[in-house]
């Protein structure tokens, strides 16, 4: 069949399988560009198809030569209609993988079960052996307790009082005023468990308890801080409540770990153009800020912020550098006194008639395709592929 974006209230409900390969080809070529990194050897990414944690397992494999082994819940193709995105770059990455050499094993499947841990662990143990690092990214907006079999659902919404802001449709290129109503105790609860550090935790106890959790291994989380535009609904609300949630797992983890050589981080990393963040309401703050530091030279995609982790914090042979709070700072480009000011100076006076100028929506359009698989030049997007 010919696919063709079909977008409906900015979600792109499809994928274009070579253009997917195409989105994973691109990133494998910068982690090989940009020059080994001594790093891991034997790698488990926990939400390994898209976003930070494809970027991480493209920088272990391409940067670092490393082993892998990714989890992630996708959805295959059919005759009638074409699979997610992340089916399709997982497809891609363990054919460029292989080709490299390079062990790649890919399990789809909910990474919030007991089942999916164990067959994880039985293939690391057949694969690999142990694993020396493990990336914690995964994104998905439902949970179900593996115990309780209770089902959450996270929100996006803010603590205490209603939040009231520009919001922008970058499809549409329009700006109009978006409400959020506070949440209540029942929805934060269910956002921390959901997005918070209990399943991270629950991953490492089953890692160590079979032991294939290598005695001086890393995990990494991430998650994002962003600006005092975006902090009435992430940081001080019902995300920033789960990602406080997530900090303290880590220190409980670290602290666990160093004991035999062991570390774990959070690593907060800057906002980047992702099926989410196209329907947050603070999607105005996220095309300015890409446009301003586009301008600076100084933006970056998840494979950049991935490959700057692993070579120039996790794995640049000293200590690693924490904030006072103990956590990794890749936003430190986005959070610059600069970057922030001029985006506020465009965020004062962006509204419909102005916005064009302000940010490069066809640019930022492009960005949105192209993570699922659209808008590249060198593909045919014409011809007739099977999903």
């Not at 662990?121 to 990214?137: F, K, P, Q, T």
Request: aromatic content about 8%; glycine content about 8%.
């Amino acid at each position: 069949m010919v696919i063709k974006p079909m977008i409906r209230n900015r979600i792109c409900m499809n994928a274009h399988p070579v253009g997917c390969r195409e989105y994973v080809r691109r990133q494998v070529e910068y982690a090989k560009n940009s020059g080994p990194i001594d790093g891991p050897k034997r790698v488990l990414v926990i939400g390994g198809s898209t976003g930070y944690g494809l970027g991480s397992r493209v920088v272990a494999a391409f940067g670092c030569r490393a082993a892998t082994v990714s989890v992630a819940f996708e959805k295959e193709g059919s005759a009638k209609r074409s699979g997610t995105a992340g089916w399709y770059n997982t497809i891609a990455f363990d054919e460029f993988a292989h080709k490299a050499g390079l062990t790649a094993i890919s399990i789809n499947g909910d990474a919030f079960s007991h089942e999916i841990k164990q067959q994880t662990i039985e293939a690391i143990r057949e694969h690999l052996g142990s694993v020396d690092l493990v990336v914690y990214s995964v994104a998905s907006p439902v949970r179900t307790d593996p115990d309780s079999g209770e089902m959450y659902r996270s929100v996006l919404k803010p603590i205490g009082r209603p939040f009231t802001a520009k919001s922008l449709d970058f499809m549409k290129g329009e700006i109009s005023e978006t409400r959020l109503e506070p949440a209540d105790e029942e929805e934060i609860e269910a956002t921390r468990k959901v997005m918070g550090g209990e399943d991270w935790s629950l991953w490492i106890d089953a890692l160590e308890q079979a032991g294939v959790f290598a005695e001086n291994a890393t995990s990494v989380a991430y998650s994002y801080i962003g600006s005092e535009r975006t902090r009435a609904v992430y940081r001080e609300g019902t995300i920033g409540k789960a990602k406080d949630h997530l900090e303290r797992t880590a220190e409980e983890l670290h602290g666990r770990m160093v004991q035999y050589g062991g570390q774990a981080y959070v690593s907060v990393n800057k906002a980047v153009v992702t099926r989410s963040s196209a329907v947050i309401p603070v999607g105005l703050y996220f095309v300015l800020l890409s446009d301003v530091m586009q301008s600076k030279g100084l933006d970056e995609g998840c494979i950049e912020q991935c490959y700057r982790l692993f070579a120039q914090r996790l794995y640049a042979g000293k200590e690693i550098p924490v904030d006072d709070q103990g956590r990794i700072r890749i936003d430190d480009w986005e959070l610059r006194d600069d970057v922030q000011a001029e985006v506020d100076r465009r965020w004062e006076i962006a509204d419909n008639d102005t916005i064009h100028q302000l940010a490069d929506l066809e640019e930022y359009r492009k960005q949105f395709l192209n993570i699922h698989g659209f808008g590249y030049d060198n593909v045919d997007y014409e011809a007739d592929v099977t999903p």
